[in-house]
């Protein structure tokens, strides 16, 4: 009789540890990669743009037609439901190409044209995707300040402006700053005050610059009862002194915003401001005879909280539309891929960067822009301020 064949397989018990061992790291390495990725600020996580642009086509109607798909059920509650086009849905994202926006396919073939990826979110009158802001890194030597072109029409900014000045104001802030001026890219100046400069990327001076219209626009707030606090940090030598690339202007910028936020409390409004590339005949305008700079609203679409930064810049383009309309190009964000896009208005929900004018204005025209803003932006706030009064009120009766 033949005996059945046995297969005996021996394992040790030190292969059993190495398996469990190596298994064990394996999971400890994903679980602390996935932790450091979440951990990190917005502005230093992996993004994809692609993967960004499909998940926001992912919409509730769509989620809806995908369920109806497997249960009939859902499709009878509202048989009028539009079907998705998932054809044009994976094209775009498998390709990143949309195929209603040659941009997509046009911002891989030109060089710098990545640079009108942004989104209009508001457009201001005449604004479009041929003329959206623009922004250019100035050139190294420029940054270092190793180099700078002497200075010309300085009588301009001793000029007062005419019109008739605000009347002392019923209400007042006292002696709290309730908004914060900064200048992420402080160095940006404009081509009328440097002498012999007519290259849009030169406009970089250390003395004549955005600061200017930061000394003019927190006047023209406290005029109207709004304190108002100033920092004229110097993010360019900061970043020489770190030796950190322009690239860095926001963190390091972010450092100094956060350290006022620290040690004022009272500050609940942050404007970052800018000076666009574009030429003239894009960022200027003429009201009632005068010309004016015309101011851009830029929102970081990587800040997990940009509705609420939107919500801010929509309402103050609405209010100059209404009373110097055309003076505000619109809303603009611009999403990962494009730059910083967070701008640091991760730190609060009434952070936003605002683009005055272009390199050729002048501050005459800066200065009018800024009494503008200065105006609707009192009205704003002291609307707010009555509504949050009468909400605490209204909450402590109950």
Do not use: C
Request: proline share 4%; hydrophobic share 35%.
């Amino acid at each position: 009789m033949k005996r059945a064949s046995e297969t005996f397989v021996i394992v040790q018990g030190t292969s059993l540890l190495k398996v469990a061992a190596a298994l064990f790291l394996f999971m400890l390495l994903i679980f602390s990669i996935s932790g450091l990725l979440t951990s990190l600020k917005p502005q230093y996580r992996l993004t994809s743009t692609s993967v960004n642009q499909a998940a926001t086509n992912v919409n509730g109607e769509l989620l809806y037609q995908l369920m109806g798909w497997e249960n009939h059920h859902f499709l009878t509650v509202k048989p009028d439901a539009a079907s998705p086009n998932l054809t044009n849905l994976v094209f775009k994202l498998a390709s990143n190409i949309n195929l209603d926006d040659p941009r997509s396919l046009l911002g891989r073939e030109l060089p710098g044209f990545f640079q009108f990826d942004g989104q209009i979110l508001v457009a201001g009158e005449g604004t479009n995707y041929t003329n959206m802001p623009m922004e250019s890194a100035p050139p190294i030597e420029i940054m270092k300040a190793e180099r700078e072109a002497s200075l010309q029409n300085l009588e301009d900014l001793e000029q007062p402006l005419e019109g008739k000045k605000p009347a002392v104001p019923g209400q007042t802030t006292g002696k709290r700053k309730v908004v914060y001026l900064y200048f992420t890219h402080n160095r940006e100046s404009y081509l009328p005050y440097l002498k012999g400069v007519t290259n849009p990327n030169l406009a970089q001076h250390s003395k004549i610059n955005v600061m200017n219209i930061g000394d003019h626009l927190k006047t023209s707030l406290e005029d109207r009862g709004i304190g108002t606090f100033v920092d004229k940090t110097d993010i360019q030598e900061n970043l020489n002194k770190k030796k950190w690339d322009y690239t860095q202007s926001y963190q390091e910028s972010g450092l100094v915003v956060r350290e006022a936020m620290a040690s004022n409390r009272d500050l609940h409004y942050f404007i970052d401001i800018h000076r666009d590339s574009q030429r003239k005949g894009k960022t200027t305008t003429t009201l009632n005879g005068k010309a004016y700079a015309k101011l851009a609203f830029i929102i970081g679409g990587r800040n997990p909280n940009h509705e609420k930064n939107e919500k801010l810049a929509r309402e103050l383009h609405k209010r100059l539309e209404a009373k110097y309309k055309g003076l505000s190009r619109g809303v603009f964000v611009k999403p990962a891929g494009t730059g910083n896009a967070v701008y640091n208005q991760n730190l609060s929900e009434n952070a936003i960067l605002i683009e005055f004018g272009g390199v050729d204005n002048t501050f005459e025209e800066l200065n009018r822009s800024a009494d503008a803003l200065a105006e609707v932006f009192s009205e704003f706030y002291w609307q707010a301020e009555k509504v949050n009064s009468d909400t605490d009120q209204s909450t402590n009766k109950q």
